[in-house]
Nanobody, 121 residues
Framework: QVQLVESGGGLVQPGGSLRLSCAAS????????MGWYRQAPGKARELVAG???????NYAASVKGRFTISRDNAKNTMYLQMNSLKPEDTAVYYC???????????????WGQGTQVTVSS
């Protein structure tokens, strides 16, 4: 059993900041790549930012320079610091994590439950 718990979403004014967290727990041997996705109403889910097991980040062009992804391997936790938020950042944000369980030879990717981010004045 693996659980991903997201937190940190909410309502913020344009130009404001939020910090999302995604904590993995349960039967975990190793964690590979991690990423944040978002889905706005009526739109497809899209990759916002990803981070490799070695800590190398990548970002969607729409958030580059405003968002920062990071991970704490000791805590099995990933973060997304979101600054200079815009109304178009409004969406449900999901974390996605590659996890290898004990006695397994491969990684499976798990989704968090999602957290709502609303940017509005």
């Amino acid at each position: 059993q693996v659980q991903l718990v997201e937190s940190g979403g909410g309502l913020v004014q344009p130009g404001g900041s939020l910090r999302l967290s995604c904590a993995a727990s349960g039967s975990i041997f190793s964690i590979n790549a991690m990423g944040w996705y978002r889905q706005a109403p009526g739109k497809a889910r899209e990759l916002v930012a990803g981070i490799t097991s070695g800590g190398a980040p990548n970002y969607a062009a729409s958030v580059k320079g405003r968002f920062t992804i990071s991970r704490d391997n000791a805590k099995n936790t990933m973060y997304l610091q979101m600054n200079s938020l815009k109304p178009e950042d409004t969406a449900v944000y999901y974390c996605n994590v590659g996890i290898q369980q004990p006695h397994s030879s491969w990684y499976s990717y798990y989704w968090g439950q999602g957290t709502q981010v609303t940017v509005s004045s």
